[in-house]
């Protein structure tokens, strides 16, 4: 079953007073782009967490985004520099006697100086129950984003399926119609040229010749059988369980250069109608091919 590139996951893990909670967003990349958001307290963890999603997705862009709630334990994530604290209160009381100012120093003067505050470091301990919930929510989020990926996967496989078997049908159509073409396109150029020139002047062989290369260069029964050859690779790449949107693109590209090839040879304005409509229909697929893992 193809995967979409596109989708979303969400996964939650807990404890301690600890919540950890990782959202997956993918979209379509020629390749696999993986942005992370993570909180300070596990940013040594990068790599590791890339790894680990690399298991899941093979193709794609990824944003990541980890985020940490401790509220639950009671303890803020910022704390102050005592030094600091006490260096200020100095540097006002100084300052207060030397503009004889009688007020004492309040903890609204200090609070005006924002460095005062700072991070709270984390021990270990905390360090390493963070990464392990992270672990969990990210292989809850990567299984609902598969899950999405697939389901949509199933739809462009169904849609790009019809899409083909339309190309198919238009293909047999053209067949039928250019069934005996090459016997018959051969006999009207023999009797036109036979008009407009001399018989006695013109070595019948060599006439017979070149009408028959002519016609050859307008037969398309190659470029149909390819075609067909092609789609039925095209079917075999939809059903198989590996990311085959690389190979899916290669195939449409393929398509594309027969049929452009099958209209130019054609040269037959009904012939081109159906052309025509086998390109609207692999046009699109070549679209939906873009979203595929």
Do not use: C
């Amino acid at each position: 079953m193809i995967t979409s590139m596109t989708g979303f996951g969400r996964g939650e893990a807990s404890s301690d007073n600890i919540s950890v909670t990782v959202e997956l967003k993918t979209v379509n990349s020629r390749y696999l782009d993986i942005s992370l958001r993570l909180p300070q307290l596990i940013q040594e963890k990068e790599l590791e967490l890339k790894e680990r999603l690399q298991q899941h997705i093979q193709r794609g862009k990824i944003n990541a985004s980890v985020r940490v709630d401790k509220a639950d334990t009671g303890r803020p994530d910022i704390t102050f520099n005592k030094n600091l604290v006490r260096g200020y209160k100095m540097m006002l009381n100084d300052l207060r006697d030397a503009a004889n100012i009688e007020k004492p120093i309040s903890l609204g003067d200090l609070m005006q100086f924002n460095d005062i505050f700072e991070s709270r470091e984390e021990d270990d301990e905390t360090r390493q129950i963070v990464w392990e919930l992270t672990r969990s929510a990210t292989e809850k989020a990567a299984g609902a984003l598969t899950g999405m990926r697939r389901q949509e996967g199933s739809q462009l496989k169904e849609d790009l399926l019809q899409r083909v078997d339309h190309i198919e049908e238009m293909l047999n159509i053209i067949r039928e119609k250019t069934n005996g073409r090459a016997k018959k396109t051969k006999e009207e150029l023999l009797e036109r040229i036979n008009d407009l020139i001399d018989n006695d002047k013109i070595d019948d062989d060599r006439l017979e010749m070149e009408v028959a290369v002519l016609v050859d260069k307008m037969d398309i029964t190659e470029e149909i059988v390819r075609t067909q050859s092609h789609l039925k690779f095209f079917r075999e790449a939809v059903e198989n369980e590996n990311a085959v949107g690389r190979r899916l693109n290669f195939l449409s590209q393929e398509i594309n250069r027969e049929i452009n090839t099958i209209g130019s040879k054609a040269n037959d304005s009904e012939i081109s109608q159906y052309v025509v409509q086998a390109k609207e229909s692999l046009e699109q697929i070549r679209e939906q091919v873009q979203n595929v893992e």
